[in-house]
Each structure stands twice: as structure tokens, then as C-alpha cells.
């Protein structure tokens, strides 16, 4: 790879505004293109974020030979399919969280980027924060002991929403697990691994569509308590207790700076910045990887998103979550 990077964004959210503006903090990244299938939403995203170039069809941008990486920002159902036509075009691939509905669509994913011999990355920009990663770090050395018991929540009032919006539309992968649910989900797996023990219930609307959900992930000496919603506001902190002590992870935990150690009676605070909104570490860590010519992170591999997605889908199975996606699974 060059000195200089250069970018395609695709699905033209809220998100990929937060991170447009994040890309312009990353040294060589160069927003080349940005696709809607609106041509009219396009031009106005690329004004505002001085892309070179608009397009109002997305497989104008897949065949663009100047883009180098693709970020998928859409809904969550066409995560996987723009994801493969991307792929399939031969562009690096970063794709919103959950890279797919289902593991059948993330295997998919996995298998052409292997043939392909190219990048693939699900943007779960909270593991490249700097405070998870320490977290991560501190945790692995034993900082509280070994783990017991840990609780993350993830809400936020939303059940007024047009159901035809894509967090109360299932036809749109709606619901609170597949786009909050999964950042709990993620904690207790990045810190416990996977579960022996499944237990979970949820509630749903009067679309059908879930919109809270509370589980238990069982471990031989350890469990984990994990709640996400749509229906009412919530201080989102997480904790993490050991043998030795507990971690608080500040509100709002998956994008926090801020963590607090409590041992015995000692407690020590500690601040760890973010670039930006947070989105700069991410793409930092696809820079790294293509700059060497790795085809996935070590930091987030294909392995941890189909675990996780997996995961995902057990919890689904469970409270009787069904998308269209599923049926020929």
C-alpha cells in the first residue's frame, strides 16, 4: 500500500457521518467516494465531508479503481450482501457491526475474502478504544483477579420511533439486540470468552419487534448479567468484579475514557482519551493491517465477529427472534 489510503463509504447515516469526520483525523486516509442510493443524498455527503467524488449507485462505487477500502455503514441486513459485492469487486471491506444477521451470512463473508485473498474487518470500534484496551490488558494481568461476575447494559429510549425506521423494522434487522444487545454481548466475550450456558428472555411490541432483552452467560466459576432496550433511558456503566477487586467502566461505557479500580479500599481513577469521536482507532487499525499486507486484525479477527455472531444467534433462537435471513439457515 501507498502512503495514502484511500476510502469509499457506503450507506450515508448518522454513523458514517461521525465517521467521516473521524477520517479526516487519520494521517493518508483520503475520503475518495461515498455512494447512496440516492444520487441527491450522495452529493450533499460529499460536500459536506469534501469527498472527490459522488455516486448514486453503489456498484458505481465497488467498480471505482481508485478506492482501496470499502466502509459499509447501511442497515444491518445489506451488511452482507454490499459486503460481498465489495468483496467480490476485490475492495478491503470495513463493515458496521454486525457484519452480518446470522453466522451463515458472516461464514459467507469470511469464505470470499479468504478466495479473494482480501481485507475484511467488522468496525466494532469499541475494541480499538484506548480505555478497552486497557481494560483488555490490565484484566489479562491480572489487575482484580481472576473474573466472577460481569454486568454491561446497553439502553436507550427509542420505542417512539417510526417502525419503519430501521431499530423497530424487522424487515431491517430491527430490535435492540442485533444494534445495542450486541455491545454486552461483545464485553462478556472479549473478557470471558464463549459461554457454557445460554439463558436469556426478551419483550417484544406490538409490530413484533423486540425491544428488550435480558441475558445470562454462564461459565464454569463466573456469569455475566447483560440487558439492552429500547424502551427507556439508562446510565450505562459497566462492572467488572474479581477475587481481588472491581471495575467500573464509565457511562457510557462503550465509547467511555474513563475507568475506576477499586481494590480493597483504594480506588484509582484513570482517563484514557479517544481521538475524535472514537472512530480514528479503527481506522488506524485497517491502515496497519493493509499497510502489511494483513488480510484480518489481530485485535478483532473474522474468528471473534463469527463467535460473536454466533452468539448473537443463540441468544435470537432463544427469545424467538426470526428474520427473513434465517429461513434457509
Known amino acids: 500500500m501507498s502512503d495514502k489510503i484511500a476510502w ?42 469534501k469527498a472527490n467524488t459522488a455516486y448514486g449507485k453503489y456498484e458505481s462505487l465497488y467498480l471505482d479503481p481508485l478506492i482501496q477500502v470499502v466502509y459499509i455503514a447501511s442497515v444491518h441486513v445489506d451488511h452482507a450482501p454490499q459486503s460481498l459485492a465489495a468483496l467480490e469487486a476485490g475492495k478491503a471491506v470495513l463493515c458496521e457491526k454486525p457484519m452480518g444477521i446470522n453466522a451463515q451470512e458472516v461464514k459467507a463473508m469470511m469464505a470470499l475474502a479468504k478466495a479473494k485473498k482480501v481485507f475484511l474487518m467488522e468496525a ?10 486497557e481494560v483488555k490488558r490490565q484484566i489479562e494481568q491480572g489487575r482484580i483477579g481472576d473474573l466472577r461476575h460481569v454486568q454491561a447494559s446497553f439502553a436507550m429510549p427509542r420505542w417512539n420511533d417510526d417502525p419503519s425506521g430501521r431499530l423497530l423494522n424487522l424487515t431491517k434487522g ?101 481521538k475524535g469521536k472514537g472512530y480514528v482507532h479503527e481506522i488506524e487499525e485497517v491502515h496497519h493491517c493493509l499497510n502489511n499486507n494483513m488480510l484480518e486484525s489481530e485485535q478483532w479477527s473474522l474468528k471473534d465477529s463469527l463467535n460473536l455472531i454466533e452468539l448473537m444467534d443463540q441468544i435470537r433462537k432463544k427469545v424467538g427472534v426470526v428474520y427473513s435471513q434465517d429461513k434457509s439457515v
Open 8 to 49: 469509499g463509504i457506503l450507506g450515508l447515516g448518522r454513523i458514517a457521518h461521525k465517521f467521516a469526520r473521524d477520517l479526516t483525523l487519520v494521517k493518508g486516509a483520503v475520503l475518495q467516494a461515498v455512494a447512496s442510493s440516492s444520487q441527491e443524498r450522495a452529493d450533499a455527503f460529499a460536500k459536506e465531508h
Open 174 to 274: 430491527g430490535g435492540s439486540l442485533l444494534d445495542i444487545g450486541v455491545y454486552p454481548v461483545f464485553l462478556a466475550y472479549l473478557l470471558l470468552g464463549k459461554p457454557n450456558k445460554i439463558l436469556a428472555t426478551a419483550n417484544f411490541n406490538d409490530q413484533g419487534t423486540e425491544t428488550q432483552s435480558s441475558i445470562i452467560f454462564s461459565y464454569p466459576k463466573t456469569q455475566a448479567q447483560l440487558y439492552s432496550s429500547l424502551t427507556h433511558p439508562f446510565t450505562m456503566e459497566a462492572k467488572i468484579y474479581g477475587e481481588k477487586g472491581e471495575l467500573t467502566i464509565a457511562p457510557t461505557w462503550h465509547e467511555s475514557e474513563a475507568l475506576s479500580w477499586k481494590i480493597g479500599d483504594t480506588i484509582t481513577q484513570e482517563q484514557f482519551p479517544k
Open 124 to 133: 466494532f470500534w469499541t475494541r480499538f478504544n484506548p480505555a478497552m484496551l
